[in-house]
């Protein structure tokens, strides 16, 4: 059994990840629960803590957070850090708490831009992307799909800029409770793109729409099925292409992905959506990272001095 | 007591309101039952019907009704008018049946475009704003802020043209449900403008971002308060900017309001919420139509002799 060096947790509204690591980083074990921070255990954070990892705690085992947990709503709060924030930045920043037993937790700042715009987490994600993918440091743009869409853009291996986009909290509004979700909301959820004719027939519109984008067009998913011209049962996806199109018309309009090449970085699924739509607007041979946030983890973790990096 | 005439129905998907009207369309009286389509009482359609004007019905008096009330969920389906739509159109085209007692129930159509786009309802509170107000007729805009927004195009007494904005039933979603309703969320009903500044503030910052419009500011709805340069009681009406000034970002990008000057049909308060936001793009002295429906049914009656126009 190799020795536990770190506990990396991931820790975001909705869900809880833990992964332990070991000697330069490896990955010892991982586990998840839905024990996000709006949907804690009984006993709170302390509760979720022993409860996904109990068994792996050992006193002088360090620990490091990222994500909600550091919110106002969360365990503690971790104060932003103004751009432009590096891994160095994000390591120097830490707020570190006695949790008992004697553990130490270190959770990772969230970013703010003065736009305003925030971000919890993300930061981290993305650290753990340039550390996977070293090209990407010098000059990047990194798609973040997800509830809440990030774009960063990446300046000589710190966090330059970012943009939010609500693309994935509007769908899930739009498809659960507006009359655009009706004709399909018994069947459908979003993952895997199901009906791909009409997910690209949504993107495609956005971008042949103007100026005007997604918010001309979105009367048009339920218009369509009227008309007879849409399958009810693919609606959700046309729905999901005029969204997604309309992130794509809004960030590709100011974001030169020739100077600063794209990287998606998520859910395998919700990449391969977007490299879908990126196809629409010539943007080709995207790569994808997954599971990048416990690399990011130990990589600040590492700058932090909480392990050493071999 | 004058004689009633018609019995003119404005029946939607939450609510159902009838109007007692009398020679040359006087008002005689009227009522309104939270009866829409979607919310009917025990006993459907009929009960709804003699429910709220049962005491006023006599064998041989015509009725006519608008609205969803003639959709494929509604009593009976009235097939759609293509553009161009004017009075003479509409009454062409009444779908009427036997409701029993020697009753007749006329329902208007709704029209459609090919884009695609469908209205039902707006068209006959376009033709009573038609009536009330001649000098719109030869050419004009006429916006029909709610859940579905409408623009329409008047051309020669016709509707030539439409759009739909989802701008009301957006901000119902994002207040309720979302992430950018929760610090104002217990507070706040959408009515008359509560806090301007907030509400130009969202207006204002849609028309200054360019082409991008609100789908790269509604996260500035959270981020804004994060920040503490916006409050949480205000950030609804400050979201309520954003919405409405993204459809007058795009509809006015396209319409000409010197070529066809523009009116507002609707509740007094959303119409004053749209006066403000139009304000910011110096579109001034807007004027305002309320109560359109009952008058566009008497209209559209008299074309179809239900009744005389003396």
């Known amino acids: ?29 991982e586990r998840q629960q839905p024990w996000g921070i709006m949907h804690l255990p009984e006993g709170g954070f302390d509760a979720a803590l022993h409860g996904i990892a109990g068994d792996w705690l050992s006193p002088g085992l360090p620990i490091i957070a990222s994500g909600m947990v550091g919110s106002a709503q969360g365990w503690r709060e971790a104060p932003y850090v103004d751009l432009p924030a590096g891994a160095d930045t994000l390591a120097q920043s830490l707020t570190a708490f006695d949790v008992g037993d004697g553990l130490k937790l270190h959770i990772v700042p969230g970013v703010r831009h003065a736009r305003p715009d925030v971000m919890r987490g993300e930061e981290t994600q993305c650290i753990g992307a340039l550390a996977l993918m070293p090209a990407l440091a010098p000059s990047s743009t990194l798609l973040l799909p997800g509830t809440h869409c990030k774009w960063l853009r990446v300046e000589a291996g710190r966090i330059a800029d970012f943009q939010t986009f609500m693309t994935g909290e509007l769908y899930a509004l739009l498809a659960e409770h507006s009359i655009l979700g009706r004709p399909a909301r018994a069947a459908f959820r979003l993952g895997d793109v199901a009906a791909p004719e009409a997910f690209d027939r949504g993107v495609a519109a956005v971008r042949a729409q103007g100026a005007g984008g997604a918010s001309e067009l979105l009367f048009t998913t339920r218009a369509l099925v009227l008309a007879g011209r849409l399958n009810a049962a693919d609606s959700l996806e046309y729905l999901s292409g005029l969204l997604v199109g309309e992130e794509l018309r809004c960030a590709l309009g100011t974001v030169d992905v020739r100077a600063a090449p794209l990287a998606l970085i998520g859910d395998a699924a919700l990449c391969q959506r977007y490299r879908r739509a990126l196809a629409l607007w010539q943007v080709l041979d995207v790569p994808a990272v997954e599971a990048a946030a416990p690399v990011g983890l130990w990589s600040i973790a590492t700058r932090a001095n909480l392990v050493t990096a071999r």
Chains 1, 2 share one sequence.
Do not use: I, Q
């Open 1 to 29: 059994m190799h020795a536990a060096r770190l506990l990396a947790l991931d820790w975001g509204t909705s869900s809880l990840r833990a992964h332990l690591l070991g000697e330069g980083g490896a990955l010892l074990a």
